[in-house]
């Protein structure tokens, strides 16, 4: 039997990622996927003109398995299966892995920037116990000044370890969805009410609007956080001098979906930074959102919110003009 029966082409063609036959150093047979990778040329001719791999070609020999970056373009992983069949073919699948290689530099990057967070400041606490428990006068107004500075630090790790916290618990729920109907327009009047203090000690000013009672399909609990970290983020970038205004408005979203508006009058953004907003302990600017109390994981647990719910997330900014966003869920 020189070629595969029609069957073979035809499980062949029914697997997504790219498979090939062949007998020998011949590729007999090739899939769609395959055709697309390595050439629509690459059937009836040697399987080295194929897949230029030489760990490639002797795991195909050896019928066995490897993980290889290479095949198709410089850096792109596959694991690469190669079993043997009847009459002396060889089936060779080829798994991409870019998904799985993505996650790991996500994971990897996450411990390290959640490391370097919480090192910062808990190297800032050890220098000053250690001066505050060497033996020796200290004047009070130094002491003082120590063990704020050790009480704000220790406050920063912790509120660190609560959004780690946090977003470990929404991304456990991501897949269950909220079932308590929720009115919008409280949760957004509730979240105004916990930023009263600040609003009072910055001397900034929200202006709410709130329509008609906007109930979505949600977890309350969660919302109220989304709408506490966007209203929060306002405060802290978008309100620079006294007497400035946040907006915050519910409304009809349109398309079946109600519509939660947090609008600051701000320096605004860059579009460079818009994608990349929502990166855990992405900042646009490092030294300003820690003098602000930022964690850098705030708008990370509102895109998870957003996401559990089904809902959209976007933001508007440019610089001198302000930021806006805009968040949209299914209306009840």
Not at 88 to 116: C, K, P, W, Y
Not at 239 to 248: K, L, M, R, S, W
Not at 323 to 330: K, M, N, S
């Amino acid at each position: 039997m020189d070629d595969p029966p029609a069957l073979a082409h035809a499980i062949l063609d029914a697997i997504d990622e790219p498979a090939l036959i062949a007998r020998g150093q011949r590729t007999i047979a090739a899939n769609r996927a395959a055709l697309a990778l390595l050439g629509q040329s690459i059937v009836d001719r040697d399987l080295r003109f194929a897949i230029r791999h030489p760990l490639a070609l002797d795991t195909i020999a050896a019928r066995g398995d490897a993980d290889i970056v290479g095949i198709g373009s410089a850096e792109r992983p596959w694991h690469l299966s190669a079993r043997g069949l009847v009459d002396g073919l060889t089936l060779i699948l080829l798994s991409d892995r870019s998904q799985f290689a993505a996650a790991e530099r996500m994971r990897t990057d996450f411990v390290a920037n959640a490391s370097h967070e919480l090192r910062t400041p808990l190297a800032t606490i050890i220098g000053y116990s250690e001066t505050l428990a060497e033996d020796g006068p200290l004047g009070d107004e130094l002491r003082i000044r120590f063990g704020a500075t050790i009480q704000s630090e220790a406050r920063r790790m912790l509120r660190i370890v609560e959004d780690l916290m946090s977003l470990s618990r929404i991304e456990a729920d991501r897949f269950r969805s909220p079932g308590e109907i929720v009115d919008l327009g409280e949760v957004a009047r509730l979240a105004v009410e916990h930023a009263r203090p600040v609003l009072d000690r910055q001397l900034c000013k929200v202006a709410l609007h709130i329509a008609r009672p906007a109930p979505v399909r949600g977890d309350f609990a969660q919302l109220l956080q989304l709408a506490d970290n966007l209203i929060g983020n306002a405060l802290r970038y978008g309100c620079p001098a006294e007497g400035c205004e946040i907006e915050v408005a519910v409304s009809d979203g349109g398309n079946g979906r109600q519509l939660l508006v947090i609008r600051d009058h701000g320096q605004g953004m860059e579009a460079r930074h818009l994608p990349r907003l929502t990166e855990r302990f992405y900042r646009v600017d490092a030294a300003r959102s820690r003098d602000g109390g930022g964690t850098g994981l705030g708008l990370a647990i509102v895109k998870h919110i957003v996401e559990r719910h089904r809902g959209t997330i976007e933001f508007l900014s440019a610089p001198g003009e302000g930021t806006e966003v805009q968040v949209r869920i299914d209306a009840a």
